[in-house]
């Protein structure tokens, strides 16, 4: 079974207009749960993450998420988006036991359009 | 400036032709790894090494080899290349801190081609 799922593969968004992307992790993982974005023909880099505390976590560009474990989600939002979003969007988490080992979604490309 | 290095960035290579995936770090950090990426599957770990001489094998280790001689570098040896092993590379480092979830740093990739 997938550990870290991503539940859509493309979302399409008008500028200005809020998004969700929504991931939802299983027990093999731990809840040590992050996003990374990856523009085009560019690396991956850290939005955010949660590691404990508050569940609302805050991270880069205006972009912020929120850690639910009876859902066991982990959902990503932008209040209002730019063009400058578009990219690539992968939820992480570590796999249970240990720090070796960093489990990716399958992605969720979000195209911004004016 | 921080950076994660891999060359080559792009590379078109035939089946078994033997060929190696630079990776180097400046930012002493102890863990580096490999993933790949291919379209609906997101990132994929091949291997991952926690310090000098230390390795392990990530999910999909098959048709790859590495090594970690020195800290900074950890380069990704395809020893007999396969069309399937077509995909996009990533090296990742991170400060190996054991009981936290260090932020880790990515290559801007190597697109690899085997026809």
């Known amino acids: 079974a997938q550990s870290v799922t991503q539940l859509d593969s493309q979302v399409p968004v008008f500028e200005e207009a809020p998004v969700e992307l929504r991931c939802n992790y299983s027990s093999s993982v731990s809840v040590y749960l992050f996003w990374y974005v990856q523009y085009p023909n560019q690396g991956l880099q850290l939005l955010l993450k949660?590691?404990?505390?508050?569940?609302l976590v805050k991270g880069i560009n205006g972009f912020e998420a929120e850690f639910n474990k009876s859902q066991t989600s982990f959902h990503l939002r932008k209040p209002s988006v730019h063009i400058s979003d578009t990219a690539e969007y992968f939820c992480a988490a570590f796999r249970s036991g240990g720090y070796n080992k960093l489990i990716f979604g399958a992605g969720t490309r979000l195209a911004v359009h004016p | 400036e921080a950076q994660v290095t891999q060359n080559p960035r792009y590379l078109i290579t035939v089946t078994g032709k033997k060929l190696t995936v630079t990776c180097s770090q400046n930012?002493?950090?102890?863990?580096m790894s490999w993933y790949r990426q291919d379209p609906g599957l997101g990132l994929r770990q091949i291997y991952y090494?926690?310090?000098?001489?230390?390795?392990d094998k990530g999910d999909v280790p098959e048709g790859y080899k590495v090594s970690r001689k020195e800290k900074r570098n950890f380069p990704l040896i395809l020893e007999s290349p396969s069309p399937n092993q077509t995909s996009l590379y990533f090296c990742a480092s991170r400060f190996w801190t054991g009981g936290e979830a260090g932020e880790l740093f990515f290559g801007e990739g190597s697109r690899l081609t085997v026809l």
């Open positions: 930012m002493n950090h102890e863990y």
């Open positions: 949660y590691l404990s505390g508050s569940t």
């Open positions: 090494s926690m310090n000098v001489e230390v390795t």
